[in-house]
Structure formats: structure tokens, C-alpha cells
């Protein structure tokens, strides 16, 4: 995207990192912006914010100038995650200038891609973030004037319906206007492609290379957002019957088994849960109790810090409730439903100390790799004795920063497995998937049904999976313990800095590639491994890999959508076939107090 270029005070090589623009030349931009914005509520906030940086008052014009030159550092940038940011006027926010652009520009590379007298078909989702309806029509009405057959969904829903739609309608392409966990502050913008435009494995699945930097070539073609044609109407709406195709595909997932399960379940104000219900509900699950004080939409997310289950104290109300009502099972959405957090009680997590609470109760959330295990070993086990889409044997696919566990438990299975960049556009391509996670709570568990990760489906398939292990009198933590007896014991965690100066994210890489670790939890570092030159078949990606002499492994990579650098720790410890529960558990205290000095290791190496 880029502002107008025919404007004498734009300046496309000035960026976040580039020389500073002139003051004066900065106001000429903010002006420019101001005349093409399309937006009334947008040109009124920059017209304020201009006024205060030509202000007497020295602070006042400080913190304006400070956020003109923010918003003016660059443009948004458009690449395999779409566009995400905070909304506000201006090239580097997210606002209606930037989706119109962006539209636009999807319109032109799906023409290219179809050819002369090719109509688009496009479907359009939404969730209830800020801005998020407002987003959608724009998209509906530059795709409309550009001819494309657009469908829009019929109201705010999760992610995974819009993802289901791609592939249900035969959609050329998908626009999913969505930040996900991001805080309330944040928009975003998916795009996803199928019908003609991708047909084989990845058909229906989120843009990669080189989709991305063709749709990005198009929308920097684009002129002022005001210029852009839009459709007053000529669109459609969905009904409910997309919502109810939907939930079809869910449904024929249950085994149609009675259910005794006590399930909690919160949506944390996203727009899950309503369909979340329903699923359960067809599903057979009577006891269904959801957060009633986060079950409806908010887009301020009152009650959690950052709407993400992942967070410190996300799903304590949850917990909360949980043991108020004897549950079994805590389910969590994040806001777009596109991911799935799963707590249970462990008895050795409980504790007499301190206050009492759901956690000293022995309450805790599994960890992402530890759901994606059991909903691997799962699925292989249903897939057993059958071909998997386009024949030979199923696929189980993880990411490269989760546990190697699931290529275990394929190769138990007879499956094969295979390991992918970081993210679902990749995870969700790969030929013959039957499944595929990575460790941040995305499971894709129907992938004829949607290329993407899908919190609603996963939630059904581990409900199911933990009604049947409590009428055998057995947990998930059990079934645990099954993975580790038959795999070994693979254990995860995650080290992660947030950063507010983005330049240290590219400083603290540099920092561990030139002196990386010499040992990690007290074995010695065997391998480094630089994904950026690319490794074993991997595109190159930004990230390094540690190795130590004893399985210990750490991949450690700047976060995709927030300005973190994450790390992913491994530990590794062999489980004899006959081990007690007793004994597996005192080997998850001894594999946890080791993940807690690899952790300190990467501390110092990283100048945490």
C-alpha cells in the first residue's frame, strides 16, 4: 500500500527504520491523507492531531508529532498474515483507506489470476471487534464494483465458518476481518484462496508466497481509497444455513455416544459461543455451562487483560465456575473461535499452600503440544486401515516449534508426518493432512472441512475423547500418560520477551546466532540450526534451533503477530511400557524442574 504518490511530500522510501521526515513535509502527508480518506471519524481525528502538533504547548505538540510520525512511518504491510494492526488513520494503522486499498488490490490479482470474463467468487466474514462490520462491507462493496460475486456471512462468527465457507461455496477467495487474540485495541485482515485460483492440497487455505507479494504488488497499484469504486449493493447476504452447513460437518464428527461429561466452556467475549453450544449440543453434551459474563460479544474484552487463553489469568473465571460446578472440563475460545484451550484437574498440580483457588484445587490447562498429542493419537486411530485424501497413508503435520511427539505417535500409528513452517497457511497444505496442530491451541481436526485451525471442531473431538476415558473411570491426564508410555515423555514450554523498541527483536536474534548457549539445562549443545538459510526441506524462515546432547531442543523466533521473540523448549525423557501413573508423574516434576534451567540458560544467552 503507499499513500498518494503523485504528492510532492510523499516519500515511499520513509519507513519505521528510514530518515526522519521534515515536520513540515509530515503535515503535507497528514493533508494528503486527509483529502483521500474515506472515512469522516478518521480525517476528524488527524485534523485534531495536526492542530496539536503545531500547538504552543511543548507536550501537547510532542505527543502528537510522536503519533503522526507513527502512523506516517510506513505503510501496513500486506504479507502471508494479511494485514494486522492497531486501528486508527493513517498508512501504518489498520482503517477503512487501508482495507479499501487492500480490497481493491485483491480484486485486481483475483482478475489476473481467473482471466477475461472470470466473475470472483469471494466470501466475507467478520467478528465483533471494533470496526470489524464496517471493514467487511467496505470489502463487500469494492469487491462488488470490482465484479466479483461476493458473499457476505450473515453476522459477526468465528473464523472457522468463514474458513468452511471457502471450501463449502467454492470460493475463489476468502476475507476473514479478524485480529484474533490481539488486544481490543487491534484489527485484521485474512485472505484466504481456493476455487480456481488454488487448486490442490492448500485449496481454501490462508494466502503463502506467492500469493502475498502478488496481492501486495496489486494494492500498491491502487490509487487514493476516495478514487476507489464501491457498490452501493449487488452483493449477498448468507443466511443462517451457512452457520448450519457448518455445524453439519462438526456434528459428523461425534461418535453419537451417551454423554455424562460436565463441561464449562467460555468464549472470552469473542464470538464463539453461540456456535460453540450448538456444537456441543449436537454432539449429545446436556451439561454445558458457559462464563455468562463473557459468553456474549464485547469488543472491549472487560473482564481478561488480553483476550488470548494463552495469558496468565485468562481462564481463571472459568476455573472459577468449573469448580463451583463440579465440571470435568474447562473449553476455551479465543475471540475468532479459531483456537482451543482445554483445562483439567491434575491431582499433582494441587496444593494446600497459600490461598485457596481453582488452581491449588489442581486445575490447569494443558499445554497446546499436550491437546495436540491426544487429538493426534485420536484421529490416526480413527484414520487406521483407511487411505488418506488422494490415496497412500494419512498425514499427521505439526509446525517446526512444536513437540516432536506427533511424529512419534505417526510412525506408532504406521502414518506418516510431516513438520512445517510456523502458522495454519502451511500446517493446513500439507497433502493427504488428517490432522495437524501447532502448540499455540490451533488444531485442524476436519481438514476437508476447513484448511485452517478450527477451535470449534477441536472442542467437540477432546470433549468427546474425555466423556469416553470417564465412563472407563480414566481422565485426559491418564490418556497422557498413554502418549508418554508408548512415545516417551515430551514435554513443553515457552520463554517469550515482549519488546517495545522492535529493533531489539532483530538485535536479540543477532545476539543468539553469533553466541549461542553453550549448554541448555546442563547438556551440551550438540547443533545449531539457522532456519533463515532454510533446513531439512524448509522454506528459509526467520529462527534458530538448538540441540542438545540429550534430545533437549529450542527453536527460538520472532513472533509473526506481536512484537515478541519466542522461544519453545523441549525436553525429552524415555518411559518403559509398563511405567505406573506414579512413576510418569514423578518424571513430568523432574522434566519440568529441567525446562525451568533450559529456561535460565536462554535468559542469559538472550540478555532477557
Not at 100 to 122: C, D, E, N, S
Not at 443 to 456: Q, W
Not at 458 to 480: E, F, H, N, S, Y
Not at 579 to 608: N, Q, W
Request: with cysteine.
Amino acid at each position: 500500500m503507499s499513500l498518494d504518490t503523485d504528492d510532492p511530500a510523499f516519500d515511499p522510501h520513509a519507513g519505521p527504520h528510514g530518515p526522519t521526515v521534515p515536520l513540515d513535509l509530515l503535515l503535507d502527508q497528514v493533508e494528503s491523507w486527509i483529502r483521500h480518506d474515506v472515512d469522516e471519524g478518521d480525517k476528524a481525528e488527524l485534523a485534531r492531531l495536526a492542530e496539536a502538533a503545531g500547538s504552543h504547548r511543548h507536550s501537547t505538540a510532542e505527543h502528537a508529532v510522536a503519533e503522526l510520525r507513527d502512523r506516517f512511518a510506513g505503510p501496513l504491510q500486506f504479507g502471508t498474515a494479511g494485514l494486522r494492526g492497531t486501528m486508527a488513520a493513517g498508512p501504518n494503522r489498520m482503517n477503512r483507506v487501508v482495507v479499501t486499498r487492500a480490497a481493491a488490490g485483491l480484486g485486481a490479482y483475483l482478475a489476473a489470476a481467473l482471466g477475461r470474463g472470470a466473475t470472483p467468487r469471494v466470501a466475507v466474514g467478520y467478528d465483533a471487534r471494533h470496526r470489524s462490520a464496517d471493514f467487511a462491507a467496505d470489502t463487500a462493496a469494492v469487491l462488488t464494483a470490482a465484479g466479483a460475486d461476493v458473499l457476505l456471512l450473515p453476522a459477526p462468527l468465528p473464523t472457522p465458518v468463514l474458513a468452511f465457507a471457502v471450501r463449502h461455496l467454492q470460493a475463489d477467495a476468502g476475507v476473514m476481518v479478524t485480529a484474533s487474540h490481539n488486544p481490543a485495541a487491534d484489527n485484521g485482515y485474512k485472505v484466504y484462496l481456493g476455487g480456481r485460483v488454488v487448486t490442490d492440497a492448500g485449496q481454501g487455505a490462508q494466502i503463502v508466497p506467492p500469493h502475498d507479494a502478488g496481492i501486495a504488488e496489486r494494492i500498491a497499484a491502487v490509487g487514493p481509497a476516495a478514487d476507489v469504486p464501491r457498490a452501493e449493493d449487488g452483493w449477498t447476504v448468507l443466511g443462517r444455513e451457512i452457520v448450519d452447513a457448518y455445524l453439519g460437518s462438526v456434528r459428523a464428527l461425534s461418535d453419537g455416544a451417551p454423554r455424562t461429561l460436565r463441561v464449562v466452556t467460555t468464549s472470552l467475549h469473542g464470538v464463539g459461543g453461540r456456535v460453540l453450544a450448538r456444537a456441543l449440543a449436537d454432539a449429545g453434551f446436556t451439561h454445558v455451562v458457559p462464563v455468562e459474563e463473557q459468553v456474549d460479544p464485547n469488543p472491549d474484552f472487560p473482564t481478561v487483560r488480553f483476550p488470548n487463553p494463552e495469558e496468565t489469568g485468562a481462564i481463571d473465571m472459568a476455573l472459577g465456575l468449573a469448580s463451583d460446578e463440579q465440571a470435568d472440563i474447562v473449553i476455551a475460545n479465543d475471540p475468532d473461535a479459531d483456537r482451543c484451550a482445554v483445562a483439567v484437574i491434575d491431582p499433582t498440580t494441587g496444593t494446600y499452600q497459600g490461598a485457596e483457588t481453582a488452581r491449588s484445587h489442581g486445575w490447569r490447562m494443558l499445554h497446546g503440544d499436550e491437546v495436540g498429542a491426544l487429538l493426534g493419537r485420536e484421529i490416526v486411530m480413527r484414520s487406521r486401515g483407511k487411505a488418506a485424501p488422494g490415496g497412500g497413508r494419512p498425514v499427521l503435520a505439526s509446525s517446526v516449534v512444536s513437540s516432536r511427539v506427533l511424529s512419534s505417535i505417526a510412525a506408532h500409528h504406521g502414518a506418516a508426518h510431516a513438520t512445517t513452517l510456523t502458522g495454519f497457511k502451511w500446517i493446513s497444505r500439507t497433502p493427504g493432512l488428517v490432522f495437524g496442530y501447532e502448540e499455540a491451541l490451533g488444531y485442524c481436526v476436519d481438514p476437508d472441512s476447513v484448511r485452517d485451525k478450527d477451535g470449534i471442531s477441536a472442542a467437540v473431538l477432546v470433549a468427546q475423547l474425555a466423556d469416553r476415558l470417564k465412563a472407563a473411570g480414566r481422565t485426559l491426564i491418564d490418556a497422557l500418560d498413554d502418549v508418554a508410555r508408548e512415545n516417551g515423555l515430551f514435554l513443553t514450554d515457552q520463554l517469550s520477551a515482549r519488546f517495545d523498541d522492535l529493533e531489539r527483536i532483530g538485535d536479540t536474534m543477532a545476539r543468539l546466532r553469533s553466541a549461542p548457549p553453550r549448554s541448555l539445562g546442563g547438556a551440551g549443545v550438540a547443533q545449531v540450526l539457522d532456519l533463515s538459510a532454510g533446513v531439512d526441506g524448509l522454506p528459509p524462515t526467520d529462527g534458530v534451533v538448538l540441540l542438545a546432547a540429550d534430545d533437549t531442543r529450542v527453536v527460538v523466533r520472532p513472533s509473526g503477530t506481536e512484537p515478541k521473540v519466542k522461544c519453545y523448549l523441549e525436553v525429552v525423557e524415555p518411559v518403559v511400557p509398563d511405567a505406573s501413573s506414579y512413576d510418569v508423574g514423578r518424571m513430568r516434576v523432574a522434566a519440568h524442574a529441567k525446562l525451568d534451567r533450559v529456561k535460565a540458560d536462554l535468559r542469559v544467552a538472550l540478555g532477557l
